[in-house]
């Protein structure tokens, strides 16, 4: 073969490569069905494995393998020390692998129940899930939860792989038996597409070749499944959606908006509108690393220039104006929920969705769902790896699509304020009717207008500490003070605002969120009538003071540290409180079973363990005036 020969021979090669399509995939099932094993089966058997992989993998199974020394495959997937040790899947372990006809990925994931959040990772970017079920233990509670979360997650294709047929005997009752079983599994939760593989992922059976021990079998083997499944998104069928990543101004000659195409197409000169402004133009060109388009299609990488000069953000959506999304800041969803701490409805927390990034709060969660069963459950809150269907309300509207339609506008993650953890990961529904009621009244009479004819700047005083701390003391001590001196005032004592507007709260930590969500509001009305507030409450959870202190205008919200021991607070316990709760009689008591998170950067630090009140509050005014002298 000449040279020139051989470099048309390699190039086409590459391009066949190129051009052949992408599967994306998850394994999933219960513990030990063999996921890792699968896996790595495929890659031995499709020669994907180098020689010191294949020493490296003899060494290994000799060391931590299961199989008496035989090649053990799960060992070429389960990276990690611990996982090879324990003889089991941690994280997912995404791979790569090959075949004449399609290119795959593939993420390993998890079976152990408390890992449900990182198969839910996995499944989050997956076209098709091959869940494996042991033949000799047949459906198990764990096959039922990865499933319900495959579909969840928009997951429409499965491929029903029942492993370890060598170990019952080949038979195809069991296989027949179980098939039908997740047939009905997959009826109720609305998977349209499941194929059924009697396989035995240890000795090769149907895995990439035929098996005679499986002979009345007729169907495709797992490969040829693999290669042949056709896979399509609903986004298809939607018009054109493009999440703008950045907006690119190399000089002053050019701006463009760069994202990846969503959904749909787009051609030069097509009108589109950008939300939620709703800005229209026409596309101009449609710019890419390798030249101009034509046209841009869905899974494209493109910076499209318009015509006019607009006003687009990072977080908009360029759209067609034919079938443009929905604008909405309240939603029904569906939420996995991913932290150790509870989720605590009012809570505020970052939502991300596509390119967007929004403040958002859980106003009510519905019920919860028993993903083994698909009951729902009341609650009031979520646990670890639990789902619920839940009410979602955002500071800012936004272009949305139901993700049954549109994953890449219809999946978001919350994110923690403080640690900027992901937290939860959830699917929009619909967005609530009662967003469609409300509106912003228009007032002549507005804050300034009322803060003038007082002659003052409206304020809050946000007083936090422990019960028996002083922060009331102190409180009322500078409303007096403030009345004296002519000021308009009101004071909001926890113990007085559960009388009337809290009455209906306890003190678990879902009501303590409500309970400061709810004052944080009625304080931001009285700033608006242009009072100065002074707010003493407990308000244990940084998160909500957090929340509180958003709802103000730079400059207006004056957090106030009633910093005591709690030893001191003990001997004090003017009400008696302290008592109980040591004797167990008063459950969830800040201090003693549920905790406080002391400010980190409160605008004043009040240390009233050895200070006198009137002290201490004349500091609190001298911070309140302090921009006025």
């Not at 059976?205 to 169907?219: E, F, I, K, P, Q």
């Not at 990034?357 to 919860?368: L, M, P």
């Not at 028993?370 to 646990?383: F, G």
Request: charged share 25%; net charge negative.
């Amino acid at each position: 073969m000449t040279t020139d020969t051989a470099k048309a021979a390699i190039d086409a090669y590459l391009r066949q490569h190129e051009t052949k399509g992408l599967l994306r995939l998850i394994t999933c099932g219960s513990v030990d069905d063999g996921k890792s094993t699968l896996l790595g089966r495929l890659l031995y058997d499709t020669k994907l494995l180098f020689d010191d992989q294949l020493t490296a993998l003899e060494g290994d199974s000799r060391r931590h393998g299961t199989q008496n020394g035989e090649l053990d495959f799960a060992l070429l997937v389960d990276g990690l020390a611990a996982e090879r040790e324990q003889g089991i899947t941690i994280d997912v372990a995404y791979r790569f692998f090959g075949t004449e006809k399609r290119k795959f990925i593939v993420a390993d994931c998890p079976g152990h129940e408390q890992y449900t959040r990182n198969m839910a990772t996995g499944a989050s970017t997956a076209d098709l899930a091959v869940v494996l079920v042991d033949a000799r233990k047949g459906l198990l509670m764990q096959t039922r939860r990865h499933s319900y979360i495959c579909a969840l997650l928009g997951i429409r294709h499965v491929l029903l792989a029942v492993n370890k047929m060598d170990l019952v005997g080949y038979d195809p009752a069991v296989f027949a038996e179980i098939e039908a079983g997740y047939a009905e599994l997959a009826a109720q939760l609305g998977i349209a597409q499941v194929t059924a593989i009697p396989v035995s992922a240890l000795k090769g059976d149907n895995v990439s070749t035929r098996s005679t021990a499986l002979d009345w079998y007729d169907g495709p083997t797992l490969l040829e499944h693999l290669e042949t499944v056709a896979v399509s998104r609903a986004a298809q069928t939607l018009g054109f959606r493009l999440p703008v990543q950045w907006v690119c101004r190399p000089d002053q000659n050019f701006r463009g908006y760069a994202g990846q195409v969503a959904a749909g197409a787009i051609r030069t000169g097509d009108e589109v509108v950008a939300l939620p402004g709703g800005a229209r133009s026409r596309i101009a060109r449609i710019v890419t690393a390798d030249g101009d388009l034509d046209v841009a299609q869905a899974g494209d990488a493109v910076t499209l220039t318009l015509e006019d000069e607009r006003d687009i953000s990072r977080g908009d959506v360029i759209a067609g104006t034919a079938s443009p999304p929905q604008v909405a800041d309240q939603f029904a969803a569906h939420l996995l929920w991913m932290n150790d701490h509870a989720l605590l409805p009012g809570r505020p927390y970052w939502l991300k969705i596509g390119t967007r990034t929004v403040s958002a709060q859980v106003t009510e969660i519905k019920h919860k769902i028993d993903v083994n069963t698909q009951d729902a459950l009341a609650a009031k809150r979520l646990e670890l790896n639990e789902v619920g269907v839940v009410n979602v309300s955002l500071d800012h509207a936004i272009p949305f699509e139901a993700y049954a339609d549109c994953h890449e506008l219809g999946g978001f993650i919350l994110i923690d304020r403080q640690s900027n953890a992901t937290v939860a990961a959830g699917t929009l529904d619909f967005a609530l009717r009662r967003a469609d009621n409300i509106h912003w009244q228009h007032v002549d009479v507005d804050r300034e207008a009322r803060a003038r004819i007082k002659g003052q700047h409206p304020a809050c005083l946000w007083f936090t500490g422990l019960s028996g701390s002083g922060k009331s003391t102190v409180a009322n001590l500078v409303e007096k003070r403030l009345h004296a001196m002519g000021y308009h005032t009101y004071m909001l004592d926890g113990d007085n605002v559960r009388h009337g507007l809290n009455r209906d709260l306890g003190f678990t930590d879902e009501d303590r969120v409500e309970n400061i969500r709810r004052v944080a509001e009625v304080a931001r009305l009285m700033t608006d009538a242009g009072l100065i507030v002074l707010v003493s409450f407990i308000s244990p959870f940084r998160s909500e003071r957090q929340m509180a202190r958003a709802l103000f205008a730079e400059g207006d919200f004056h957090e106030v540290f009633v910093d005591t021991p709690l030893a001191i607070c003990e001997q004090r316990d003017p009400k008696g409180l302290y008592a109980k709760a040591r004797a167990g009689a008063l459950k969830n008591f800040t201090g003693i079973d549920s905790p406080y998170e002391a400010p980190e950067h409160a605008e004043l630090h009040l240390h009233a363990a050895d200070t006198a009140p009137d002290v201490l509050a004349q500091q609190v005014i001298e911070e309140l005036l302090k921009d006025e002298a």
